[in-house]
């Protein structure tokens, strides 16, 4: 896990014991498109994909910024 490597810097600052990595797909919309986004996902589920990087981002209290890229071995 990624959080092994850096563990002064735990996820969520350290507020949870168990974090299950996730993918985020849409956030802060209307009921109504998530339900959309939803039903076309499930009709996909489950599906498999490779990961070649792993991106941190950083809450400023406001919004998501984007802070540093890392790239994962093959």
């Known amino acids: 896990m990624i959080a092994d490597r850096w563990p002064e810097a735990p996820p969520y600052g350290g507020r949870f014991t168990e974090v299950v990595p996730h993918l985020t797909i849409a956030d802060g ?9 939803e039903a ?9 994909s490779r990961v070649s990087s792993v991106d941190l981002l950083v809450h400023d209290g406001a919004r998501w910024h984007d802070r540093a890229s890392f790239a994962l071995r093959a």
């Open 29 to 37: 919309q209307e009921d109504a498109v998530l339900d959309g986004i």
């Open 40 to 48: 076309d996902l499930l009709r996909s589920l489950p599906f498999t």
